[in-house]
């Protein structure tokens, strides 16, 4: 089995996820070790960042309601070549580390991101079970010049699959943030392992928040989860399999056709569109009114010496108003 030092912790969590109350003895017997091993267990499944109750008397029930990842599931409704790797450092990292030997179009999954990343070394915090993470593997024949753009079209195609699930509203924030209220959603991370030949290796991971808990520590600005929009409950497996879809089929068609059509569809999507915004670009600062994006998928800036056009990894968008 995968994850074979986390097998216990995973094993009561299954039991946990089925809901009700469990004592200590009966989850002790069931897992062959001592009500003292679960309680550390139990402890190191809190340091996962799972809200677990204990009530004298009853034994221990999860504060939430939690929907694993179901392997099985997931084969019947994922066409690629995936693995489910319950407890990881990074879904990203994971894809780096083995690209030689994995396929186009690979992905990996997890409940839970030790080292969870987001653009420049930022972290990105994702909790056991309450939202996905996952990574896609990708040979770009069209090289690293058209990263930026594959970046820019994952989250349009991520909004837009949201949007036709029914969660209204959902925005994108360039180059890669989904928002929601100008909370930001999710998260798109594109990285490149090598380059072979003109091809550029790429990996494209997506941290979409469903339900984390508000008391979550270590995000330092606004964010929203998929719960606080739409009341409709959200079947993991189900939006994990749509998402990974979303990604192959938006890939492939970005292979094809490149920006073109994308453009318009980012810009209807645009969450800052025709409002004052500031790009952080290094310890510059460029300040104007956004005006979506091009064809290179650079961002347009209305400044007072007219519209300009910025693009590159170490720039950062920033609301102005
Ligand atoms: P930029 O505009 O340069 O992308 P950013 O602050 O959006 O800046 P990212 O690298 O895209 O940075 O994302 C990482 C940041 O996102 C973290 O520093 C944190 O503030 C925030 N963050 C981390 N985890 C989550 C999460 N699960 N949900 C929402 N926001 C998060």
Not at 51 to 59: A, E, N, T
Not at 91 to 113: H, K, M, P, R
Not at 204 to 228: F, H, K, R, Y
């Amino acid at each position: 089995m995968r994850n074979q030092p986390h097998a216990i912790k995973l094993a009561l969590l299954g039991t946990l996820s089925k809901g009700g109350f469990h004592s200590g003895e009966e989850l002790g017997a069931s897992l062959g070790v001592s009500r003292a091993a679960i309680s550390k267990h139990i402890k190191g499944i809190q340091e996962w960042g799972v809200d677990v109750h204990r009530v004298q008397g009853k034994g221990y029930q999860l504060a939430q309601p939690m929907q694993l990842l179901d392997e099985n599931t997931l084969k019947h409704t994922i066409d690629t070549k995936f693995a489910l790797v319950p407890v990881i450092e990074s879904t990203n990292q994971y894809i780096l580390d083995n690209s030689s030997e994995l396929e186009s179009g690979f992905v990996c999954l997890a409940e839970y991101q030790s080292k969870g990343r987001g653009r420049r070394g930022r972290q990105w915090i994702s909790p056991f079970g309450s939202n996905l993470y996952l990574s896609m593997y990708w040979q770009l024949d069209a090289g690293m010049a058209a990263a930026m753009g594959l970046s820019l079209v994952v989250g349009v195609a991520l909004a837009e699959s949201l949007e036709q699930l029914g969660v209204p509203g959902v925005k994108l924030k360039w180059p890669n943030d989904l928002y929601h209220d100008d909370k930001k959603l999710a998260g798109i991370l594109v990285e490149m392992s090598g380059q072979a030949g003109a091809a550029a290796n790429l990996v494209i991971g997506v941290g979409l928040n469903l339900s984390m808990a508000e008391t979550v520590d270590g995000i330092s600005q606004p964010w929203t989860s998929l719960s606080n929009i739409t009341a409709k409950p959200v079947d993991r497996n189900q939006l994990a399999a749509l998402l990974v879809k979303t990604l192959n089929t938006t890939l492939q068609d970005y292979e094809s056709f490149g920006m073109g059509e994308f453009v318009a569809r980012w810009n209807r999507l645009d969450n800052y569109l025709g409002r004052k915004v500031k790009l952080l670009i290094g310890n510059k600062s460029v300040e104007g009114v956004a005006r979506g994006i091009d064809k290179q998928g650079a961002v347009l800036l209305e400044t007072e010496q007219g519209t300009q056009s910025f693009i590159g990894g170490e720039i950062s968008l920033r609301n102005n108003e």
